[in-house]
């Protein structure tokens, strides 16, 4: 059996959350069916910058200019974000430091019983 690496994450400076500071935790709208049947579009999801991940997690990145909300998959040294949906190519990690948030909560909007925790 395997034991899982578990990685803290530390908030980055440059992340722009709409205002808040870089520490704080924040709420994005799934836009698009890369991460569906798991997250659906124009489903609320709340990212702790100073979250714990570990294989398996769902995360906020940041490579290059962009910012993707896909699934950590760690294999040894190899870092890689993938999509739920498997139309979508998996990416290339350079490792934490790429990561900005760990999601810990899906909401349903206007739905105030339909969450699931990630933690």
Request: charged share 30%; hydrophobic share 35%; with cysteine.
């Amino acid at each position: 059996m395997t034991e899982k690496k578990i990685i803290p994450i530390q908030p980055q400076n440059e992340v722009d959350s709409g205002g808040c500071s870089s520490d704080e935790p924040f709420a994005l709208m799934v836009l698009d069916d890369k991460m569906e049947p798991e997250f659906l579009h124009g489903d609320i999801i709340v990212c702790e910058p100073e979250g714990v991940a570990q294989d398996g997690s769902f995360i906020i990145a940041k490579i290059g200019t962009e910012y993707y909300f896909r699934q950590l998959r760690i294999n040894g040294d190899h870092w890689q974000m993938t999509a739920v949906n498997p139309a979508y190519p998996p990416i290339d990690l350079q490792g934490k430091e790429d990561i900005v948030a760990v999601v810990v909560l899906k909401k349903k909007p206007g739905r105030r019983k339909e969450q699931k925790s990630y933690v």
